[in-house]
């Protein structure tokens, strides 16, 4: 396993983390601790759940046990900002949710410490600089180390770092966002905002939810069980579009011709990029958390990323 520098930090996470949102809600505690378990034994050090995952907090629940003596060789990536109940004072980046959300973090998951906490999604109603400032004093405290943001844009990364400097606060070594073969969105505006400052990408979907593990086909049934049959479907319409077929399946010629998979080249192409820290692909059984992590060692060469831009650029 490789480990890679998040940001311009000192902390190592695996180029290949694991993506807890299944736990808690597609994974009991058992289906959970068999991944968590799996993953350990794989080398994955970073764990990213977050508040809201499960039924909100059993993820971190879930993991918090799972670990359990093991915590303290992990890296435990959460978040807050999105919405844990109604009205204003259970979600956002104010300085008063933000000291409570970290403490109910801190209880679920059975830690007194965070290794990497996230704002979830940007709060436009709060100042940046009240977030940051916030974040800086729990870091102060001893129970937050490094600090990441989600769903920000380039200009809310440039913004944010700006403050941090200027203001002498703990800056964000973290961003994480939805990337993936066939979402390069974020290669507009805020990868290179992120390469700017010292930030890491975390890719989430990075698998598309299981599109780009090739066990769906265009034209056929899913199959039993699997994330795109048994969640709305108005995700997996968003996803099976005749343009990210053609994309799947060029990707899987691609593949076949070096004697790969589909699955090797989605995690297998984040890794093989400088500005990706960790691929934090989400599983829901220690066999995907073997195969993820095989996928995350092949390092495409410059020629092999030109191939994959032009299959997945359609
Ligand atoms: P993903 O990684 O694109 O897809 C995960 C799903 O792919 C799994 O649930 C599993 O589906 C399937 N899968 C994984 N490995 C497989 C393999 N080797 N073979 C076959 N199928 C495989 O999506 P994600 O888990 O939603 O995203 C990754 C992580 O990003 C999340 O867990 C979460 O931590 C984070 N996230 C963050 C945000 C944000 O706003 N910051 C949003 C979404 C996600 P089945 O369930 O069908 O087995």
Redesign the pocket.
């Known amino acids: 396993m490789e480990y890679r520098h998040l940001g311009r930090s000192g902390l190592e996470v695996s180029v290949v983390g ?5 736990f808690g809600r ?1 994974c009991d505690l058992d289906a959970t601790t068999a991944v968590v378990n799996a993953s350990l034994d794989a080398g994955v050090n970073l764990f ?3 508040d809201v ?1 499960g039924p909100a907090g059993l993820s971190e629940e879930y993991l918090g046990k799972a670990l359990g003596s093991r915590r303290q060789d992990v890296v435990i990536a959460t ?1 807050f900002a ?1 919405p844990m109940g109604e009205g204003p004072m259970r979600r956002g980046g104010s300085r008063r949710y933000i000291i409570q959300a970290c403490e109910d973090s801190l209880r679920r998951l059975g830690t007194d410490y965070i290794d990497l906490y ?1 704002v ?2 940007p709060d436009g109603s709060t100042p940046i600089e009240e977030t940051l400032r916030a974040l800086d004093d729990l870091v102060r405290a001893g129970k937050v180390r490094y600090i990441g943001h ?2 920000f844009t380039g200009w809310m990364t440039s913004e944010a770092a700006w403050v941090a400097k200027t203001e002498h606060l703990t800056p964000f070594i973290s961003a ?3 990337y ?1 073969l066939i979402d390069r969105s974020v290669e507009a505006e805020l990868v290179p905002a992120c390469n700017k400052h010292g930030v890491s990408i ?14 769906y086909r265009r034209g056929e049934p899913m ?1 039993e ?6 969640w709305p479907a108005q995700m997996a319409n968003r996803i099976m579009t005749d343009r990210n077929w053609d994309i799947l399946e060029g990707l899987e010629n691609f593949a076949q011709q070096r004697g790969h998979t589909v ?1 090797d080249v989605a995690i297998g192409w984040l890794a093989s990029l400088p500005h990706v820290g960790s691929v ?6 220690p ?6 992590v095989k ?1 995350g060692s092949w390092k495409l060469t410059a020629e092999e990323l030109a191939e994959v831009d032009t299959i997945a650029r359609r």
């Open positions: 694991i993506g807890c949102n299944n597609r990213d759940t977050a995952y978040k999105s996230q979830h999604q989600s769903n994480q966002n939805n993936s975390l890719p989430y979907f990075p698998l598309a939810s299981g599109f780009l593990t090739g066990k199959p069980g699997v994330r795109l049959a048994v699955l934090i692909a989400g599983a829901t059984r066999e995907q958390v073997v195969d993820n996928a």
